[in-house]
Nanobody, 129 residues
Framework: QVTLVESGGGSVQTGGSLRLTCAAS????????MGWVRQGPGALREGVAA??????DYADSVKGRFTISQDTTRHILYLQMNNLRPEDTGMYYC????????????????????????YGQGTQVTVSS
């Protein structure tokens, strides 16, 4: 059984940085898409970033500020978040799915692959002005 456990969230001021970590277990190496999805207070879920063997992709709202990376040997996924803004506040979830197109926007599309996504329990990020 695949398990995803996020950590690294917290409270920072505008302009601050955080590094989220997702420890994955329960699967052998595969080229499934992995990434981060967030949900702010009163907002819909938003795909933030995605990564697979072919590369990375980001939501326009975080491009140039967030960086997704992974240690495939240790099954760890990272999200480095710099220059944080109050609108980045929300619960951040690590995700894994057999997405045909490994794009940030793919996490919230109504596709069979996206419906098979596995999520962690989430880690809270709060950015104050």
């Amino acid at each position: 059984q695949v398990t995803l456990v996020e950590s690294g969230g917290g409270s920072v001021q505008t302009g601050g940085s955080l590094r989220l970590t997702c420890a994955a277990s329960g699967y052998t190496r595969s080229n499934w898409c992995m990434g981060w999805v967030r949900q702010g207070p009163g907002a819909l879920r938003e795909g933030v970033a995605a990564i697979d063997d072919d590369g990375t992709d980001y939501a326009d709202s975080v491009k140039g500020r967030f960086t997704i990376s992974q240690d495939t040997t240790r099954h760890i996924l990272y999200l480095q978040m710099n220059n944080l803004r109050p609108e980045d506040t929300g619960m951040y979830y690590c995700a894994r799915a057999p997405l045909y197109n490994c794009l940030a926007a793919s996490w919230t599309q109504k596709t069979e692959a996206a419906s098979r996504a596995i999520y962690g329990q989430g880690t809270q990020v709060t950015v104050s002005s």
